[in-house]
């Protein structure tokens, strides 16, 4: 007999935009109760894991739904901040699985529709037999440093006056390693030793992992790439610019540097 409980959670997406309630700076998530009291129809639905220990599910909304009172839809950049972590990075999931299924209803070999697999998460073509599961795109991160200075840049589509780390996405055929020393010399032009892993994070926009690496400036001046880094600079701990969001990797390379510093570590 199975002990998994019923579904206690629903996060309910129209487009790329999750139903949310509304109380002052915070929003949360819908109940399942109240979201079978709302009326709201979907479909299908997707298991997407555990919220405070209890099952949640996703489920797509028609492009014309309208937020019931006291709720409204807000896509996922705008909840950073306003939903806990744990349910934003939740958040992230269901809205990738949800765009899986939405643009793999045909067979991208034949044309076929295809048919979602009862066992695992996946799509099949009844016709070709080509299945199709989600797809994730690996990307790097990278802060470097030199001395007691940090590498930070802009690019032109950050908020006014915010700088960050530098990323880039992982090419075919490339290590996570040659894509650290790829991108940092394309975007600033200089070159990289001591590249050491940090940590990952998922990154729903659309379907990202960020995958966090430290590494130390070993030679050249910064050039900024045209078109993709407004501004590069090395920075002192004592006179940073805005930084990212605590929540994203990009802000806690940062921090964890600065927590070295701050504890005195030799650089």
Partial sequence: MSTEREPSWIFAFRGNELLVHQDGPVARLPRMAEWEALGLSGEPLHAVGHLDGEPALAVELPAATEPPPGMAFEGLRRLWGKLHETAWQLAGRAVQILDWDRNH?????????????????????????????????????????????????????????????????????ESLEDTVAREIHEEVGVTLSDVRYFGSQPWPFPNSLMVGFTAQWAAGELQPQPGEIEDARWFHPGALPLLPAPMSIARKLIDSFLGRFSAGANF
């Fill in 105 to 173: 209803r045909f067979c991208g070999r034949c044309g076929t529709p295809t048919k979602a697999s009862a066992d695992e998460r996946s799509r099949t073509c009844p016709s070709c037999g080509q299945q199709h599961f989600p797809r994730l795109s690996p990307a790097v991160i990278v802060l470097v440093t030199r001395g007691d200075e940090l590498l930070l840049a802009r690019s032109p589509h950050f908020a006014p006056g915010v700088y960050s780390t530098l990323a880039g996405f992982v090419e075919p055929g």
